[in-house]
C-alpha cells in the first residue's frame, strides 16, 4: 500500500531534518467553533498533524487536564459530525488531521460509516488509545477498505513480542506512550521514551513518534532527538483552560516547532 | 496427611467451568480487552498467574482455609417463611451471603486476588468501591495480608456510605474520594485504572465485580462461584430437588454470577436477574444496563450499557449505591442473548417495600442492593401461583449483603427518626400487615425524645 498522508507528511519533516509537531486539542472546548478555531491556530503556529480529540465521558488514559475540558464537550452533547467539521477545517488550514478516539464513540457511530465519512472529510485516519490489535477486527477491515492509517499504541511495558505485533498493525505511524501514566505535562521527559523508541524501531520501519509528557520547546527539542514526531496535547488544552484562547494556541505551537527544528542530540 | 490435616483440596474436585470464556476472554460478542497497552503487560501477568494457581493444590488449601475460618463459609441457607408468604406460597430459600465475614459476597473474592497479589510479588493494592463493601472487603484482605491499600470511591457514594468509608479507614486503607464525571462508581473505576497504569510495577487492581477487562470477569466469576456450588447442595439437600428459580440482584453482576454459575447447566433452573430500575426505565433514571441499554465498550469490555447516542455513558440512578452502575459484566450480557438467564428491573420503591418486609417479617436487615432481588422474588412467586399440578415453587435468593450500611439510607426513605418528616415511605406501612404485637407509630415515643422521659 501506497505511503498515507500521515507518514508522507512525517517524511516531509525529517527531509528538512527536523521532528513533526503533532498537536492534539479535543473537539468541543469551549465550544465547537472555538475548537476549530484553536486547531487552525495549532496549524499556524507551526503543527504539521492535529490529532482532532472525540470527546468520551470516561477516557481511561488521560489525567485531570484533558478531562476537565472534555467534560465539558460530552455536556454540551459534541458528537462525531462536530468532529468531521473540524477534521474538513483542519485539512483546509493545512494540516494533516487525524482523528483520536477512545472505541466506544466509534462503534456506536458504526465502525463503517466512520470509515467511510472520515476519508471523505479528509481524515488520515485514526488513533485508538483503548483499542489493541487484538480487538480490532472490524477497524482493521475497515482501514483496509477505505485506505485509512491507523495508530495504535505502544508502552514501556509492552514485551518485544507485542512491539512486533502491534507495530505490524500500525499504518502511518506507531504511537509511543512514553511514560506509564496518564496524560498531563511533566517536568522532565525521562529516559523510558528514548528507550521505548530504540526497541520499537527494532521491529517497525514505520515512523514512531512520542506523545504523554511534553509541554513546552526544551522538551519538544529533547524528544526530537530521538523520535520522528513529538505529540503534544495536555499543554495546548492548558492554554485553553487559562483562558488564552487561540492566540495561546498559536504561540504555544510556535515554541513547540522551535523545538522540534533544534533537536538534541542526534545527527540529522 | 496425619488426622490433624485434612486433605488438600484436589484439582480433580474443582467444579467443571463454563465453556466460556475463550482464551482470550470473549463471551460470545462480549468481554475482551479494552485498555490503553500500557495495561496489557500486567493483565497477561495477572492471566498468567491465576491460570497456574487456580489448580494450585498449595493456593487451593489455603483459599479453603480462609474461607473457612476467616469468611465463615459456608454461609447459612435459611428458610423464611414469613416472607415468603408474600410470594404467591412459594417457597424462599435465602442463602446467607451477608452473615459473611464483613457483612457481603464480596470477600469471597478478594481473598483470592490477595492471594494472587502476594504471589505475583506486589506489595500494594488498589479497588473501586461502590457502596463501600468492595472497599471494605479488600482493606480487610490488606490488613490481614500485610498489603498496602487504596480505594477509590466517588464523592456522592462516600456520603451515601459513609459508615463504610470510616469503616475502611479503621482498617488502614487510604479513601480517596473522587470528584471527577458523575463522582460514583464508574468514576471510581476510571481513576483506579489511571492509578493502576501509573504504578503497575507496584500495585495489583483488586477489581470488585465482574466486569472490565480479562482475565477479570473469569477470575471474579470463580472466585464467587462458592455461593451456587454450595447453595444448589444445599437446596438439595433440604428441599430433594433443585429450585425453580434462582434470583440475584445484577449491579456489575458478581453476586448474580456467584449463585447462578453452578445451575447454568441445569436447564429446568431459571436464572432471573435483577437490576436496579431506578424511578423505572421508563423515566430514565435507572441503573437497568441490560434491560434499559445496548452493547458497548466500558471500563476494558464489550457488554451492554447505557450510554446516549454519541456513545457517551449515562449515568446511572439507583437508590442502592451498589447497583448504581451503567455497566454490567460480559458474562450476564452473553447469559441473556443466549436466553439462559433473564434480566428485569426493579425499581427503587419496589426494593425498598422488599427490604422493610423482610425486616418485619424475619428480622433480617438486607443490604439495599440484596432487596432487588427479595422484591424479585415477590413477583416470580406470585407469578408462578397459578400453575397447576405442581407443588410449591422453591426460590432460591442470594441475600448478598447485610443492610447495616443501609440504615440512614433506610431511615431517610421511610421517615424515620425525624421530627419533620412523618409520612412513610412507601412500602413500609401500605401493602403489609402490622408487625403482630408492635406499638404502633402513634403511641411509640420517637427516640429522641425517649431520653426525656427516663
Redesign the interface.
Known amino acids: 500500500m501506497s505511503r498515507g498522508m500521515l507518514q508522507t507528511r512525517i517524511a516531509a519533516a525529517r527531509t528538512e531534518g527536523r521532528a513533526a509537531l503533532i498537536a492534539y486539542l479535543p473537539v468541543g472546548y469551549p465550544d465547537v467553533d472555538a475548537s476549530i478555531e484553536a486547531m487552525t491556530a495549532a496549524v499556524d503556529g507551526g503543527a504539521d498533524i492535529v490529532e482532532v480529540g472525540v ?7 488521560d ?2 487536564t484533558i ?1 476537565e475540558a472534555v ?1 465539558v464537550a ?1 455536556r454540551a ?4 459530525r462536530d468532529v468531521l467539521r473540524a477534521v474538513e477545517a483542519v485539512a483546509a488550514a493545512g494540516a494533516v488531521p487525524v482523528v483520536m478516539s477512545y ?7 458504526g465502525v463503517d460509516r466512520f470509515a467511510d465519512d472520515l476519508a471523505a472529510a479528509g481524515g488520515a485516519g485514526a488513533i485508538t ?4 490489535p ?2 480490532a477486527g472490524p477497524w482493521l477491515a475497515a482501514t483496509d477498505r477505505t485506505g485509512l492509517d491507523r495508530v ?8 518485544d513480542a ?1 512491539l512486533a505485533s ?1 507495530t505490524a498493525a500500525c499504518r502511518g505511524f506507531v504511537y509511543a ?1 512514553s511514560a ?3 496524560t498531563g505535562t511533566r517536568a522532565a521527559v525521562g529516559d523510558a521514551a528514548g528507550r521505548l523508541v530504540a526497541r520499537t524501531r527494532t521491529v517497525t520501519d514505520l515512523p514512531v513518534c512520542v506523545g504523554l509528557g511534553v509541554s513546552d520547546g526544551d522538551q519538544a527539542a529533547e524528544v526530537a532527538g530521538f523520535a520522528d514526531g513529538v505529540i503534544v496535547g495536555s499543554a495546548y488544552v492548558r492554554a485553553l483552560l487559562d483562558g488564552g484562547g487561540a492566540a495561546a494556541v498559536r504561540a504555544l505551537s510556535a515554541d513547540l516547532a522551535a523545538g522540534v527544528r533544534r533537536r538534541v542530540g542526534k545527527p540529522a | 496427611m496425619t488426622a490433624l490435616h485434612p486433605p488438600a483440596p484436589d484439582v480433580r474436585d474443582l467444579p467443571a467451568r463454563p465453556a466460556w470464556p475463550d482464551a ?1 476472554g470473549h463471551f460470545g460478542p462480549y468481554g ?11 493483565l ?1 501477568e495477572l492471566t498468567e498467574a491465576y491460570e497456574a494457581m487456580r489448580v494450585d493444590p498449595g493456593f487451593l488449601e489455603e483459599f479453603a482455609r480462609l474461607q473457612r475460618d476467616y469468611t465463615g463459609r459456608p454461609s447459612p441457607l435459611t428458610d423464611v417463611p414469613r416472607f415468603a408468604e408474600h410470594c404467591g406460597g412459594a417457597r424462599v430459600l435465602l442463602k446467607r451471603e451477608d452473615l459473611n465475614h464483613t457483612g457481603s459476597h464480596k470477600i469471597n473474592n478478594v481473598l483470592g486476588q490477595a492471594l494472587l497479589t502476594q504471589r505475583i510479588g506486589k506489595t500494594r493494592v488498589i479497588a473501586e468501591t461502590g457502596a463501600g463493601q468492595h472497599g471494605v472487603a479488600t482493606a480487610t484482605a490488606a490488613a490481614l495480608m500485610g498489603l498496602s491499600c487504596t480505594v477509590y470511591m466517588g464523592e456522592e457514594d462516600t456520603r451515601r456510605q459513609a459508615l463504610n468509608v470510616a469503616r475502611m479507614r479503621l482498617l488502614g486503607a487510604e479513601v480517596v474520594p473522587v470528584t ?2 458523575s463522582r460514583t462508581l ?2 471510581a473505576i ?1 481513576e483506579a ?2 492509578d493502576w ?2 504504578n ?2 507496584t500495585t495489583n487492581y483488586v477489581f470488585g465485580t465482574v466486569a472490565g477487562p480479562h482475565p477479570f470477569p473469569a477470575m471474579v466469576r470463580d472466585f464467587q462461584r462458592v455461593i451456587g456450588d454450595e447453595a444448589r447442595e444445599q437446596v438439595l439437600e433440604r428441599t430433594g430437588r433443585l429450585p425453580d428459580a434462582v434470583l440475584a440482584c445484577v449491579g456489575g453482576g458478581s453476586n448474580a454470577i456467584g449463585i447462578f454459575t453452578a445451575f447454568v447447566p441445569d436447564d429446568g433452573v431459571r436464572l432471573v436477574g435483577l437490576e436496579a430500575g431506578g424511578d423505572g426505565v421508563a423515566t430514565g433514571r435507572h441503573a437497568a444496563s441490560i434491560t434499559g441499554g445496548d452493547p ?5 469490555a464489550r457488554s451492554y450499557l447505557l ?7 449515562i449515568e446511572s440512578h439507583s437508590i442502592s449505591a451498589g447497583l448504581d452502575y451503567p455497566g454490567v459484566g460480559p458474562e450476564h450480557s452473553y447469559l441473556h442473548d443466549l436466553g439462559r438467564a433473564e434480566y428485569r428491573p426493579v425499581t427503587d420503591s419496589e426494593a425498598m417495600e422488599a427490604f422493610a418486609l423482610l425486616c418485619r417479617t424475619e428480622g433480617i436487615i438486607p443490604a439495599i442492593e440484596s432487596a432487588h432481588a427479595l422484591a424479585g422474588a415477590v413477583q416470580v412467586g406470585r407469578e408462578l401461583a397459578g400453575r397447576v399440578g405442581e407443588g410449591p415453587a422453591v426460590l432460591l435468593v442470594n441475600l448478598s449483603g447485610r443492610g447495616d450500611k443501609d440504615v440512614e439510607t433506610a431511615s431517610a426513605w421511610f421517615g424515620l427518626g425525624d421530627r419533620e418528616q412523618v409520612d412513610p415511605g412507601p412500602g413500609m406501612d401500605t401493602d403489609q400487615q402490622p408487625t403482630e404485637g408492635a406499638v404502633s407509630n402513634d403511641d411509640a415515643t420517637a427516640g429522641q425524645d425517649s431520653g426525656d422521659l427516663a
Open positions: 470527546p468520551y465521558s470516561d477516557p481511561g488514559m489525567g485531570p478531562q467534560d460530552v452533547g459534541v458528537g462525531m472505541w466506544n464513540p466509534v462503534e456506536r457511530y488509545p483503548d483499542l489493541i487484538d480487538e495504535f499504541l505502544v508502552a514501556p511495558s509492552s514485551t507485542r502491534t506512550a506509564m501514566g496518564v | 482470550t475482551g480487552r479494552f485498555v490503553p497497552e500500557a495495561l496489557i503487560a500486567a497477561d471527577t464525571g464508574k468514576d476510571n485504572f489511571r497504569v501509573t503497575v510495577e458497548g465498550v466500558l471500563h476494558g450510554q446516549d447516542a454519541n456513545g457517551q455513558t
